[in-house]
């Protein structure tokens, strides 16, 4: 038992280590490409906060374990909400003011019902997994058309002072991009490695532990780069990692997981744990609009509900497995 949960704990160490030096590298990168700052805040930073989440399922649909995969999915959703835009609410009220942010928000609440859809009969066939992979790919290519006609966003502007910031090298980002992918890949495989050992060793699903220590762990990455941002006074980018990473793991994880391996989704992942990230999903658009279409603030109060709402879900999951 001891050498799972030490794969665990470097897992996550190493994990959260490279997905930082992969997302500097691939947003320096990116702009030595040309690509404009707002497309690199909606799809490289989005992406790069996903990119654990991705590893960790892709390696646990590889290895058998699709449980663990739409684990890890839902509850990096929830810890996303939660924990992330969460806690930091409750350390000082977000402005919302990117229209681009705002507009995501919406999406990110319709691609959640139809993944409700598809769990309706407990499976994820082949078939759903590549229409979700589409609908991804034609989210994309619909952000970076709109990028080229963005001229001023809020979001461009952070992205643009944030690089400033940063500056590095085109050798120095490809250095980084690359190393951080091989040890993101790596660490990915021991922490599954690990995850599927304790779950086996507790006699509790690979889904519970996906839904807790691994959704927590590969979260970490999107609290780390919104506590840094929230520094900065960067409010839009925090808001903008939480909606971008919810919607590649809520699309590409499951997508990219299910393709390889049809998963089998008991009827807790809907009434539980869909139903929850569902209700989170929705407070938080909830919070972050003003209906008479102006931006808005997420306040303390606001962000102290999604955390307890985290703290409570968690605590019930963990109790589940105790007991």
Not at 56 to 61: G, R, T
Not at 77 to 86: C, S, Y
Not at 188 to 196: E, F, H, T, Y
Request: charged share 15%; no cysteine; glycine share 10%.
């Amino acid at each position: 038992m001891l050498l799972p949960v030490l794969a665990v704990i470097a897992g996550l160490v190493l994990l959260i280590w490279s997905a930082d030096r992969f997302i500097d590298g691939a947003a320096a990168t990116s702009r030595w490409l040309g690509l404009s700052p707002l497309l690199i805040g909606m799809l490289v930073i989005g992406f790069g906060t996903s990119a654990p989440e991705m590893m960790v399922s892709v390696l646990a649909a590889l290895q058998g374990s699709p449980g663990l995969a739409v684990g890890n999915a839902y509850g990096s959703n929830i810890a996303n909400i939660g924990l992330v835009l969460g806690v930091v609410a409750l350390l000082a009220p977000l402005a919302v003011h990117s229209s681009v942010v705002r507009k995501e928000m919406p999406v990110l609440v319709m691609v959640t019902a139809l993944t409700g859809i598809i769990l309706l009969d407990g499976f994820v066939a082949r078939w759903e997994a590549a229409m979700i992979l589409l609908i991804l790919g034609g989210f994309m290519t619909l952000s970076i058309l709109q990028s080229r006609a963005q001229k001023d966003d809020a979001l461009m502007e952070e992205v643009s002072d944030s690089l400033e910031r940063q500056p590095m090298s085109r050798g120095a980002a490809l250095g980084w991009t690359l190393t951080g992918l091989v040890v993101l890949i790596g660490s990915s495989r021991l922490l599954v490695w690990g995850a599927v050992d304790i779950a086996e060793a507790f006699g509790v699903s690979e889904l519970v532990i996906g839904l807790t220590v691994v959704a927590v762990g590969t979260s970490l990455p999107e609290l780390a780069s919104s506590a840094s941002a929230l520094r900065r006074k960067e409010h839009d980018m925090v808001l903008g990692n939480v909606v971008g990473s919810n919607l590649f793991n809520t699309l590409g994880v499951v997508g990219l997981a299910g393709v390889i391996t049809p998963i089998e989704a008991g009827p807790d992942v809907l009434t539980r744990d869909w139903f929850v990230m569902t209700v989170m999903t929705l407070l938080m658009v909830l919070f972050a609009f003003s209906w008479r279409g102006r931006a808005r603030r997420i306040n303390r109060l606001e962000g102290g509900i999604l955390f307890a709402l985290f703290v409570a879900y968690t605590t019930y999951m963990v109790a589940m497995v105790i007991v």
